[in-house]
Structures are given as C-alpha cells and as structure tokens.
C-alpha cells in the first residue's frame, strides 16, 4: 500500500511537471493581406483591312482565293528614291517573289543602297525578311533601280510585304569599285525558247569608256501594256570582262511574263 500511494503521488508530480513546463504558445498566423491576382487586359482584335485598300495588281500569294496580299506603302530615308511599282508571284517551284522598280532622283552617282523586303501576317507581325539579291551595284542620276527578293520557304499565312530602301552618305570607295561606261546596244522581247519558262530579252552590250569592265550583269525589268510590273531578272554576259570597245552579247529569262509588251535594261560590273 506504501509503494501504492508512492507511485500515485509520483504520477500526479510528473502530471504537474507536464503541465506546467509546456508553454501555451498560440501558433503565429500571418495577417498580411493576399494581394490581389493581376486582370489579363484583353488584346483588341485588329480590324479587318477594308477591300478599298488592297492593290488590285498584286496576285496572292499561298493564300485563298478571296484573299489578296497587300503591299505596304514602301519607306525610304531619303527624297532621292521613288517607288515605281511592286509586284510579287510565286514561281514554278513553290518560291514567292517580291520584285519592284525604283527610281533615283539624285545628283551624284552612289553605290547600292539597301533594300529589303519583309512578309507579315494580317495583324503586321513579321513573319520573314530578305535583303533583295538581283539589283544595280552603280546608281547614277536619274537611273533606275530594279529589284527582286526570293523567299524559297515563305511563311504559309504571310498576307503582306513591306519595302525599305535605306541609303548613308555616298562612300566614294564603294563607287570606284564599280564601272559605268557600258551601253546596251541592242535588244528584243520574245517568247522564250524550248528551255525557258517565260519570256526572254536579248540583246548586246558595248564597253563605251577607256577601262576594263568585269562581270558585266544586265537587269531588266519587265512590263505589260498597261505599265505594271510583271518581273525582274537578270543576266550576265556571255564574256564576264569587256575591254574598252568590246562588246558581247546577254541573255535574261523571266518566270512571270504573261502578256509582256515592254522592258527597261540597267547594266551593272566592277572594274578589274
């Protein structure tokens, strides 16, 4: 009985122990307010481009046939050039192609300026981008400025094309690169041979100055009789270098020449 009421007296000590070590912590709870979740503003929807703005002479371009692409006013960083006209296509194999003539308006003969085309989407987001590769690399006063952008896998759902001519100040190296003396003297339209796609020009060039020309290319851009663009090509020589007083003879084949009445030549080389 001793060791009965002993060990009772010792549960009741460790109870009180217990009891009275043990803190009655009330757990922390954090009182900062949740900030508020952020409103997704709603982009508007981009109005629809009204039918009295597309360009009747552009052809569409992997799109459906109620669609047409537009071709966007063209921008250039100086008052010396003037967009003559656009055109774009797609070719025999698949390759759209943006092609244009502009005119320069300047006093003093430049190099080439840069050129570039771009493709965006119906809401003007940029799809593709390419530097034009057939152009002049001599500008002189009052020339023309054929020229042609290829994009071999174009964007599925591009709508319209954008041109931006940017030119610096003249870079006297750049120009004495090049040769000018060259004339073409002479040259046809026809139909296209049993190898040709489209139509071709021919004709011959003379190297009218006292230096030597090399890589002598002729550009040409083509025309129907009611003066819109249908093309731009080019061609070399048949001989790339021309001493003074040399001539040969040139060939330049188009892929969309349907009902082409007319062409205008530009002559290009470097000196050697």
Same mark, same amino acid.
């Given at each position: #009985?001793?060791?009965?009421?002993? &060990? +009772?007296?010792?549960?009741?000590?460790?109870?009180?122990?217990?009891?009275?070590?043990?803190?009655?912590?009330?757990? +922390?709870?954090?009182?900062?307010?949740?900030?508020?979740?952020?409103?997704?503003?709603?982009?508007?929807?981009?109005?629809?481009? *009204?039918?009295?703005?597309?360009?009747?002479?552009?052809? %569409?371009?992997?799109? !459906?046939?109620?669609?047409? *692409?537009?071709? +966007? !006013?063209?921008?250039? $960083?100086?008052? /010396?050039? $003037?967009?003559?006209? @656009?055109?774009?296509?797609?070719?025999?194999?698949?390759?759209? /192609?943006?092609?244009?003539? =502009?005119?320069?308006?300047?006093?003093?003969?430049?190099?080439?300026?840069? /050129?570039? /085309?771009?493709?965006?989407?119906?809401?003007?987001?940029?799809?593709?981008?390419?530097?034009?590769?057939?152009? *002049?690399?001599?500008?002189?006063?009052?020339?023309? =400025?054929?020229?042609?952008?290829?994009?071999?896998?174009?964007?599925?759902?591009?709508?319209? &094309?954008?041109?931006?001519?940017?030119?610096?100040? $003249?870079? #006297?190296?750049?120009?004495?690169?090049?040769?000018?003396?060259?004339?073409?003297?002479?040259? @046809? !339209?026809?139909?296209?041979?049993?190898?040709?796609?489209?139509?071709?020009?021919?004709?011959? +060039?003379?190297?009218?100055?006292?230096?030597?020309?090399?890589?002598?290319?002729?550009?040409?851009? !083509?025309?129907?009789?009611?003066?819109?663009?249908?093309?731009?090509?080019?061609?070399?020589?048949?001989?790339?270098?021309?001493? *003074?007083?040399?001539?040969?003879?040139?060939?330049?084949? &188009?892929?969309?020449?349907?009902?082409?009445?007319?062409?205008?030549?530009?002559?290009? %080389?470097?000196?050697?």
């Amino acid at each position: #009985m001793k060791y009965a009421i002993l &060990f +009772v007296f010792f549960l009741i000590a460790l109870g009180g122990c217990s009891a009275g070590g043990l803190s009655a912590t009330t757990p +922390v709870l954090s009182t900062s307010t949740p900030l508020p979740l952020a409103t997704a503003t709603a982009i508007p929807t981009r109005a629809a481009i *009204p039918e009295s703005t597309l360009i009747p002479t552009v052809t %569409a371009v992997s799109a !459906l046939p109620s669609e047409t *692409p537009i071709a +966007v !006013l063209p921008t250039a $960083t100086a008052d /010396v050039y $003037t967009f003559l006209a @656009h055109v774009n296509y797609q070719d025999s194999i698949g390759t759209d /192609v943006v092609a244009g003539v =502009i005119k320069y308006t300047g006093e003093e003969t430049i190099a080439v300026p840069d /050129v570039a /085309v771009t493709l965006k989407d119906a809401n003007g987001a940029v799809l593709a981008t390419q530097k034009v590769f057939v152009m *002049p690399d001599l500008i002189k006063p009052g020339s023309l =400025i054929p020229y042609k952008a290829q994009f071999t896998t174009p964007p599925p759902d591009w709508k319209n &094309f954008e041109t931006i001519i940017r030119s610096d100040e $003249t870079n #006297m190296s750049s120009v004495d690169s090049y040769y000018g003396d060259l004339t073409v003297t002479q040259s @046809h !339209l026809t139909s296209g041979g049993q190898s040709s796609t489209g139509p071709q020009v021919l004709g011959s +060039v003379k190297n009218t100055g006292t230096g030597e020309a090399s890589l002598v290319q002729v550009i040409g851009a !083509l025309w129907n009789d009611k003066n819109e663009l249908l093309d731009v090509s080019s061609g070399f020589t048949t001989i790339p270098d021309l001493s *003074p007083g040399d001539d040969s003879a040139f060939q330049i084949d &188009f892929s969309n020449g349907e009902g082409a009445t007319k062409f205008d030549l530009v002559v290009s %080389a470097f000196k050697k």
